[in-house]
């Protein structure tokens, strides 16, 4: 891929800026799809997304000056999501939940100590790289339309969203062409001010309920542990780690990086130690997202660099209640299109790398890339509640099922086979 900028490039100020805002607006994007868990009154759940902005800001500095080094958008983990909403609804205690996901968020973080990781990193062929390229925007579907078409729309909502994909997705793609260089990256700020103004010209705005950040619940008031719970929660942590190191893995594979060992132990690491903060405080454990390429792919940058005045940002918005508020109050189909272009420019890189790496050259090749996307879908459809509720979580996890089936195909069933890259 010509990059622009590569990982470790400095940027000039003005340019930095503005990459750093598309950052910053895909950050908000997945921080405020995930705030709806939060319970209580609407100041308590406002308080609720302070603390997930914050905790999300400072792990993605963390993970960018120290971690894994690479330009990879943070935001709290949706299989985390699932298995909060799975034991709420069988009665556990938020206490409890989010005790489990602080010993999850160890767990993870031993599992860095040894030589584990190496063993893991061995997994990830160019083959499964672009896998979960592609993973990721598949299984992302079923959230982007729930986005785009809301579960209980204004009148005339759900028409503004089908009009709005069309128009701000080709528009998107049209500007993508047309502007040249850092003015690429005006393309998601201005599809997102945009569908924003004209959807609040059309449906009416919430109120702010008022709120401030104070150490008066900033952690949780007991470490309840229920060990049904935590065998729950270790489940939906061996997802969670099969995306965190399928993120840093498919981003370092695509741009090239070679001291990916490293990168990866310490990226891990780091999220380990601030799923820990996040159990403390009550709120969902951060994970590396996977649709960063999307980003890279559109703009043609890839400084790091740029991630840091975006974290920044998107921690100091934690002490600005009114702006927390404005920010999750983005309307949901404007962050769904937006989400849907990206995912667009994804599957397009993981096609480009498909080229490059010359990853399929056989029938046998196309069904470990094509039957581990289908059996994905299959199980980010499943009907809930047909298996039991400790496994579910994992399960459920398409992303996660799709990157166990083509580990299969590629180290078991095909193992025999010559290997690409």
């Not at 528009?171 to 924003?196: F, Q």
């Not at 109050?329 to 937006?338: A, E, L």
């Not at 089936?405 to 890259?421: D, S």
Request: proline share 5%.
């Amino acid at each position: 891929m010509k990059l622009k900028y590569n990982i470790d490039d400095k940027l000039p100020a003005g340019q930095q800026m503005l990459y750093a805002a598309q950052w910053l607006i895909l950050a908000i994007a997945v921080v405020s799809t995930s705030v709806f868990v939060a319970g209580g009154t609407p100041a308590e759940k406002l308080f609720y997304a302070e603390k997930l902005f914050a905790v999300t800001g400072i792990t993605g500095l963390i993970q960018v000056l120290w971690g894994h080094k690479l330009p990879i958008v943070v935001g709290p983990a949706a299989v985390l999501l699932v298995g909060v909403i799975t034991s709420l609804g069988a009665g556990a205690s938020e206490d409890a939940i989010y005790t489990s996901i602080a010993i999850g968020g160890l767990l993870v973080t031993l599992l860095t100590l040894g030589g584990v990781m190496r063993q893991i990193q061995r997994l990830f062929t160019p083959r499964i790289v672009v896998v979960i390229l592609m993973l990721i925007a598949l299984t992302l579907s079923p959230v982007i339309k729930d986005l785009i078409f809301v579960a209980q729309p204004c009148e005339g909502e759900h028409l503004f969203g089908l009009i709005f994909t069309i128009v701000g997705c080709l528009g998107m793609v049209v500007l993508n062409r047309t502007l040249k260089g850092v003015a690429k990256s005006l393309v998601i700020p201005i599809a997102l001010i945009v569908g924003s103004v004209i959807y609040y010209l059309l449906f009416p705005m919430p109120h702010s309920p008022g709120s401030a950040v104070s150490l008066r619940g900033l952690f949780i008031e007991d470490f309840v542990i229920d060990w049904s719970l935590v065998v729950a929660f270790v489940i939906c942590y061996i997802a969670l780690l099969i995306n965190d190191i399928g993120s840093i893995e498919s981003l370092g594979a695509m741009l090239g990086v070679q001291d990916m060992d490293r990168r990866l132990k310490r990226g891990v690491r780091v999220t380990g130690v601030m799923n820990i903060v996040a159990g403390g405080m009550g709120v969902l454990g951060p994970v590396n997202y996977s649709m960063s390429p999307g980003v890279i792919a559109s703009t043609g940058c890839a400084s790091r660099w740029a991630l840091v005045p975006a974290t920044l940002l998107l921690t100091l918005f934690a002490l600005f209640p009114d702006a927390i508020f404005l920010l999750t109050n983005i309307p949901n189909p404007v962050i769904g299109v937006i989400l849907l272009f990206l995912m667009g420019t994804q599957l397009a890189a993981g096609l480009e790398m498909i080229h490059s790496t010359r990853s399929v050259q056989s029938f046998a090749d196309g069904l470990t890339v094509g039957l581990p996307l289908m059996m994905a879908m299959l199980f980010q459809l499943m009907p809930r509640g047909i298996l039991p509720s400790v496994v579910e979580p994992l399960v459920g996890n398409g992303f996660a099922m799709g990157v166990v089936m083509v580990i299969i195909m590629e180290h078991i069933i095909n193992r025999n086979r010559q290997k690409v890259g």
